[in-house]
C-alpha cells in the first residue's frame, strides 16, 4: 500500500462524545429542543442521533461545570440537509422558546448557535450548493454576515409540516475546536493527518478533506496557552474521524506512526490526541 500525504478526500465527521452534569436534563434538551433521537441509554451514558446516523454520545459526571478557559469543544455542528429543514428546525426553537445565541450567514452556509445546559456550542447549519463557496475569480470565500431570517422562514410557505425531530439525514458536518497553540494544531492536523487547509487566520484555522468548507475549525479565543480542561468538567471528549475504508485508515495511521504519534486501538476505533489535548477517534 503506497502511504499518500493528504487525508482521503472521502473522510467525513462522526459523533461527538462530552460529559455532562444531569444525563435527564440533557436528553430533555436535546430530545424536546434539538430534536434528536434516543439510540441506546445505560445508567450514565446515552447515545443520540438522527435516523441511523449516531451524532452524539452523553456521558454523565454530576457536578460538573463548564470551564471555558481550556482547550476542547467550541462546538459541533449539525448539518440538516437542505434551507427548509433549517427553517423547520429554527421554526421549532423559537416555539419552544430555546434560547438562541445568534445565526450568521457564511457564504458557503446558514448557520444557527446556541448552548446546552452544561455550556456545550452548538451549531445548525445548511450548506449551499458548493460552486457557491467561490467568488467570480474562483477565490474561496468564507465569512460573517448577517443571517436572512426572512429569507429562511420564507421556506415554510406551503411546507407547514407538524414537527417531527431534526431531520433524519442530519449529519455532524463538522467540529470546531479550542485549541492553545495554531502553529502545532496545524503541524499535527495539515502535516500529520493531512487536512488541507481552506482558510487560515491569526487565531483561527479552518481544515478539509476533499475540498469540503471545513470539516474542522480551530480557534485560540480562550487564549493562547490555555489548559486542557480538568477532569470533573463538562468537557469534550472525544470526536470521531470516518475514514471511507481499511485502506485510507491505515494510512492514516501510518503518516501518525512515522511522526511519532502511536494510536491506540480501542473497541470503537483508534484513539490519538492532538497537541491541545483534543481527543479524537479515528473510525
Known sequence: METTSRIDPETRMGAVTLTVADLTRSLRFYQDQIGLTLVSQE???????????????LQQLPGARAFPRATGLFHFALRVPSRLELARTLNHLLEAETPIDGASDHNVSEALYLHDPDGHGIEIYRDRPRKEWYDTAGRFVLNTTPFDVDGVMAELEGNEQPWQGIHPETDMGHVHLRVADLTGARHFYVDILGFEIMLAMDSALFISAGGYHHHLGMNTWAGVGVPAPPDNTARLITYEIHLPDADALSATLERLRNAGVEPIQTGDGWLIHDPSQNGILLV
Not at 43 to 57: I, K
Request: proline share 7%.
Open 43 to 57: 445508567v450514565s451514558t446515552a447515545r443520540l442521533g438522527a435516523g441511523d446516523n449516531p451524532l452524539l454520545c
